[in-house]
Every structure is written in C-alpha cells, then in structure tokens.
C-alpha cells in the first residue's frame, strides 16, 4: 500500500513563503515523476509543478520564478512557495506517478491535501 502524506500548509501573509513537503511510503519500486497540483473552491484541480526521476521540471506560468519543487535521493518531494498571493490559495495536492512492482505499470497516487490560505 502506496501513501503520500503532505506537510507545510498554512496562512501566510501576501509576499510570504510557504515550503510544502510530501512522502512517499509504503511498497514502491520505483517513482518516475512527482508533482503538486491545487484546487480552489469551484475550480478544477490544476498542476502546479512537476518533476521527473531525471529532475526535469514543469510549472504552471502563474508560478514560474516564485516556486520551485525539487526531490530527494528518498522518496519526498519538496515545493518551495515565494512572493505568495492571495490567488494562490488553494488546497494543495502531491502527486506520484510510480510503480509497486518490477514488472508493472505505473500509475497515480495522491496525498490527502494540505490548505494554503494566503490572506491578510
């Protein structure tokens, strides 16, 4: 059994910083891409940013040159949230695209959320 479990969420002022942390456990043989995704109320659920097992990023323009998710040689991925505004409140997901077994596909798991409020 696959768990994500994410940490760091919480109210933070506008221009304030975030880092939101998530781990990865359980029986995992191999993950190739971790990422975070958002959803704010009455929105679809949207990628925030993503990296691959050969640390290839992708981010969502509204994020680009504020956020940065990187990766251990574990199994956490990391998202690091600068110049905060208020938009960017959403609950946040983690994401991992990974295997359980050798010879298996891979497929999604999610983590339970973790709310970022951005407010004065």
């Known amino acids: 059994q696959v768990q994500l479990v994410e940490s760091g969420g919480g109210l933070v002022q506008p221009g304030g910083s975030l880092r939101l942390s998530c781990a990865a456990s359980?029986?995992?043989?191999?993950?190739?891409?971790m990422g975070w995704y958002r959803q704010s109320p009455g929105k679809e659920r949207e990628l925030v940013a993503a990296?691959?097992?050969?640390?290839?990023t992708n981010y969502a323009d509204s994020v680009k040159g504020r956020f940065t998710i990187s990766r251990d040689s574990a199994k956490n991925t990391y998202l690091q949230m600068n110049s905060l505004k208020p938009e960017d409140t959403a609950v946040y997901y983690c994401?991992?695209?990974?295997?359980?077994?050798?010879?298996?596909?891979?497929?999604?798991?999610w983590g339970q959320g973790t709310q970022v409020t951005v407010s004065s």
């Open positions: 359980g029986r995992i043989f191999r993950i190739y891409a």
């Open positions: 994401n991992a695209d990974l295997s359980t077994v050798v010879t298996g596909p891979s497929r999604d798991y």
């Open positions: 990296i691959t097992r050969g640390s290839t």
